[in-house]
C-alpha cells in the first residue's frame, strides 16, 4: 500500500471552505479581466457586487442570468473544488463565459487534469498565496501551490500553461 503525504493544518474543517482571496491578488487579476461575477461569494466576502451564495448557489442556477458574455472570477471551496470546476468548463461553453479559477495547483488530482484539458489556459504562480482566514485576517504561510485556471467562452485555443511571479503580479494589484 502507497502512502501519501497529507498536509498537516490547523484550521477547523468547519472553516476550510470559508477562506477568501486576498485583495490585492483579486485586484490584480481584476485588472486583466474585469470582473462581474464573483462566482463562491457570501454576503460579507464578496469581491464583486453580483455574486453566488451558498444559498444561491452556482452550481444550480445559470452563471448568465446576470450577464451575457460576463467575466467570472471563481475561489471555490475546498471540499467542492470538483464540482465547481466542472461547472465552471461547463458554463464557460454553454454560455460563452470567461471564467478564472483561482485553486490549488494540484497536478496530481483528476480534477486538475481534466480543467486543463478543457481550459484555454493555466497560469501557475511562483510562491504562494496567503489567503484571508474567515475572521478576517491573513495568514502568514500557505502547504500548497495555486494557479489559474482560465477558460474563455467558445475559444477553440488548446491550453496554455505559464508561470506568473507572484510578488510581480501583487505588485500590479496595489497600483489598482
Not at 451575457?68 to 471540499?79: E, I, K, M
Not at 505559464?162 to 510581480?168: A, F, G, L, P, T
Request: glycine share 6%.
Amino acid at each position: 500500500m502507497t502512502e501519501h503525504f497529507v498536509n498537516k493544518t490547523d484550521t477547523p474543517s468547519a472553516e476550510k471552505d470559508l477562506w477568501q482571496t486576498p485583495q490585492d491578488l483579486f485586484d490584480a487579476i481584476n485588472n486583466e479581466f474585469g470582473f462581474d461575477m464573483d462566482i463562491c461569494a457570501s454576503d460579507g466576502n464578496a469581491l464583486c457586487s453580483t455574486f453566488f451564495t451558498e444559498e444561491r448557489s452556482a452550481l444550480g442556477l445559470q452563471w448568465d442570468m446576470y450577464y451575457r458574455h460576463a467575466n467570472c472570477f471563481l475561489n471555490p471551496p475546498y471540499s467542492e473544488t470538483q464540482l465547481f470546476m466542472e461547472r465552471a468548463a461547463q458554463q464557460a461553453k454553454v454560455n460563452n463565459l470567461t471564467v478564472v479559477a483561482l485553486v490549488n495547483a494540484n497536478t496530481d488530482t483528476k480534477w486538475f487534469a481534466d480543467a486543463v484539458k478543457s481550459a484555454n489556459e493555466v497560469r501557475l504562480f511562483t510562491g504562494r498565496i496567503g489567503f484571508v482566514k474567515p475572521n478576517g485576517k491573513k495568514a502568514n504561510g500557505n502547504p500548497k501551490g495555486q494557479c489559474l485556471i482560465i477558460w474563455r467562452g467558445n475559444c477553440k485555443t488548446p491550453c496554455q500553461i505559464s508561470m506568473v511571479d507572484r510578488n510581480e503580479l501583487l505588485s500590479l494589484g496595489a497600483e489598482s
